[in-house]
């Protein structure tokens, strides 16, 4: 299957530090989606993005899909304590229906 | 509101035991999905159902079998439990026209 690298694999951040994490494959894909998992629950989607250079916001989140459709990138600012949780990517490639998951990025706040 | 439920939250099974997990959606999805997920390696597809009685495999369905009788279940069976089959079990469901999968909470299997 394809595989879908997510950097940072964690971070510990102090309450009010914006996020960055992006995710990257070998494959070009044409529609990337953000989840969150948050402990005990599945995974919640956060924003979809469906053509190169898309840039879409969810409250303090923002997620851009990458010019060269082979990575995208999801943004928190001024995070809280409930932006605790496991962000994963997912991408669609282009001639597929399945969705391929990145590895995670598991977020720490520190109030 | 949208539900994905999932039959048990934790299970510990023996080797070699036979194990079902049970899947049922309430949005009347036509597809629906079992991931496995395991640490540093985020989700990975199982098997996947388009349509009743309509099953694709994933990319690790050794070991794994499904059910799709009705629209609203789906069922995973673990034919032969194995130590290395301890993990978290995802099941989601997503309608033909969309991209967003609904996730159920998980099962949490334990095989000693």
């Known amino acids: 299957g394809q595989q879908l690298n997510q950097s940072p694999q964690s971070m510990f951040i102090q309450e009010g530090e914006d996020v960055s994490m992006n995710c990257t494959s070998s494959s070009i894909f044409n529609t990337w989606l953000w989840y969150k998992q948050e402990p005990g629950e599945g995974p919640v989607l956060l924003i979809a993005l469906y053509k190169a250079g898309e840039l879409t916001s969810n409250g303090r989140l923002t997620a851009q899909f990458g010019i060269t459709r082979k990575d995208s990138f999801l943004n928190i600012s001024a995070s809280i304590p409930s932006d605790v949780g496991i962000y994963f990517c997912a991408g669609q490639l282009t001639n597929g229906n399945q969705f391929y998951f990145g590895t995670g990025t598991s977020l720490t706040v520190i109030p | 509101d949208v539900k994905v439920t999932q039959s048990s939250r934790y299970l510990v099974k023996r080797t070699g035991e036979k194990v079902f997990l049970e899947c049922v959606q309430d949005m009347d999805h036509e597809n629906m999905f079992w991931y496995r997920q395991d640490p540093g390696l985020g989700l990975r597809l199982i098997y996947f159902?388009?349509?009743?009685?309509?099953?694709e495999k994933g990319d690790i369905p050794e070991g794994y079998s499904v059910s799709r009788e009705k629209k609203e279940r789906f069922s995973l069976i673990l034919e032969s439990a194995s130590t290395n089959q301890t993990s978290m079990y995802l099941c989601a469901s997503r309608a033909t026209a969309t991209y967003e999968q609904y996730f159920g909470p998980g099962t949490r299997l334990t095989v000693t």
């Open positions: 159902s388009y349509d009743v009685k309509m099953k």
